[in-house]
């Protein structure tokens, strides 16, 4: 069934049709690779049942065609039934060299080798293939969700007993910065110079380079390694010294006890082992996404100057419309481009149409498709990402812009968090989602953090606002709105 963006458009007024999978606000050039994803080539190699792979993108919320997710999702469950392990990795060898694929492509856009379209072109192609096994992980693992709840109920086992389960099976890129920071700190507590974390970040390097060179040395690697912590969906801002010296001063000492796993069957083994890997996956792709967006700041930048843009206006642009305009075709101007910083609507079909949508169009789709929810609940449930019960103040955002300002001891509410986050998380003193599950980005980050969160409520950033004062019970899942905010 090949479509057109105006009958996808068409199509959206029937909301029986689509799969509503939250909300990921992103400017445009991050967002446009989104659409017709089962017809890239990566797709083919992940051994998966063809799908178009359509979907809308409406205000950051996000509308999947709902056959191409249940098709996947019932394959994956045949799997599952057959304890198919080739069918995951299958999966797991196509995402490793996607990834690797992307990064090491982006480690190269600064070459100047090629002419700056060619040199987009191939950024933007491999952006299209990395999107691929991010997507397709979601309907897989929804697959893996509905065969472990059914295998549990079986078992009489509640999942929030088998929490200390649902690890990663390696650190992402992310865990690593975390570790590293963390082991920089204990350094530094243990030689007694904690103290020397209150200088300029110019002095401390001069400190260190003296008294302990070593440590010096390696935090000066890190900060190249991971100068992209910070960046999501072309936004951000990179690792710093002055940041990390913060993370550093700020990081708590390590908790050595470690909840006792409870012994589980073998089918409960192998179906939390594949888990664990996608959760891995949907995490690694998101990271390398960020290094690639990051490292591409220079080419675009390069773009933004010959289209007579800022870096900030031509991230408002699509691929396809940077890619015309250095053809000397005529872009959207920028009313337009603000416009869309106000809220946009995206989709694309096989007429090679991608459709952009503002204004009172995109504000009817949104009244279709976005579920509604009763803003006056003063409890509602979700899952338990990291145990803990705590009370405080609710900061409710949509973006990691929006929850900067947030202060120490918040209980940061937002749709999902993404590695750009991770900042703000440190400073919460729980995390509440509307999104995800015990091995979505909240879920594993706080577990690091040994952070209070509450994942895939759904309407939490809906029913809460910033001020109210609420309970989060990090054992039962449990939200109470004690107050409201003033």
Not at 13 to 41: A, D, N, V
Not at 122 to 128: E, G, L, Q, R
Not at 191 to 207: C, Y
Not at 227 to 245: I, K, N, Q, S, Y
Request: net charge negative.
């Amino acid at each position: 069934m090949n479509l057109s963006g105006k009958e996808l458009i068409a199509l959206a007024e029937i909301k029986e049709k689509w799969t509503y999978m939250g909300r990921w606000l992103q400017p445009t050039l991050s967002m446009c690779f989104w659409p017709l994803w089962g017809h890239r080539r990566t797709y083919n190699d992940l051994g998966l049942p063809p799908i178009p792979g359509y979907n809308l993108q409406l205000d950051g919320h996000y509308v999947e065609f709902n056959p191409d997710f249940q098709v996947i999702e019932q394959a994956c469950l045949e799997a599952c039934e057959k304890h198919d392990d080739s069918f995951f990795r299958q999966y797991v060898k196509t995402a490793e060299r996607t990834c690797r694929n992307h990064l090491d492509l982006a480690g190269k856009l600064d070459s100047k080798k090629s002419p700056l379209k060619e040199t987009l072109k191939a950024f933007f192609d491999s952006t299209n293939q990395l999107v691929v096994p991010w997507i397709a992980v979601f309907p897989v693992g929804m697959g893996v969700d509905k065969a472990l709840s059914k295998q549990l109920k079986k078992e009489g086992i509640r999942q929030i007993e088998l929490l200390s389960h649902f690890e990663p099976p390696k650190p992402t890129m992310l865990m690593q910065q975390e570790r590293q920071a963390r082991e920089f700190a204990e350094y530094v507590r243990d030689a007694g110079v904690m103290h020397v974390l209150e200088e300029p970040p110019e002095k401390i390097m001069d400190v260190l380079s003296i008294n302990h060179e070593q440590l010096a040395n390696r935090i000066s690697s890190h900060l190249e390694e991971f100068e992209w912590v910070g960046t999501h969906h072309c936004w951000g801002e990179p690792l710093t010294a002055d940041r990390l010296f913060t993370q550093i001063k700020e990081m708590p000492p390590k908790k050595e006890e470690k909840e006792e796993m409870k012994k589980i069957s073998e089918e409960l083994q192998w179906l939390i082992r594949w888990q664990n890997e996608l959760a891995y996956w949907r995490q690694y792709c998101a990271e390398t996404s960020d290094v690639g967006f990051f490292k591409a700041r220079s080419v675009l930048n390069e773009a933004a100057a010959q289209l007579e843009l800022s870096y900030e206006e031509i991230i408002w642009l699509s691929d396809q419309e940077i890619l015309k305009g250095l053809e000397n075709a005529t872009i959207p101007s920028k009313d337009e481009l603000k416009a869309r910083e106000r809220g946009f609507g995206l989709t694309e079909g096989f007429a090679d149409d991608e459709i952009i949508i503002t204004g009172e169009k995109l504000e009817h789709l949104k009244r279709i498709l976005i579920p509604t929810v009763d803003t006056t609940v003063q409890e509602f449930v979700g899952t338990v990402g990291s145990k803990g019960l705590v009370i405080g103040k609710a900061f409710v955002a949509f973006t990691p812009q929006e929850a900067a300002p947030m202060q120490k001891g918040s209980v940061l509410v937002v749709p999902q968090t993404t590695p750009d986050y991770v900042v703000v998380m440190k400073k919460a003193k729980a995390i509440v989602t509307d999104e995800g599950g015990m091995t979505c980005h909240a879920a594993v980050v706080s577990r690091e953090l040994g952070v209070p969160c509450v994942v895939g409520t759904k309407v939490a950033t809906r029913v809460l606002k910033t001020g109210d004062l609420i309970e989060v019970d990090a054992h039962s899942g449990i939200i109470r709105r004690i107050r409201s905010g003033e």
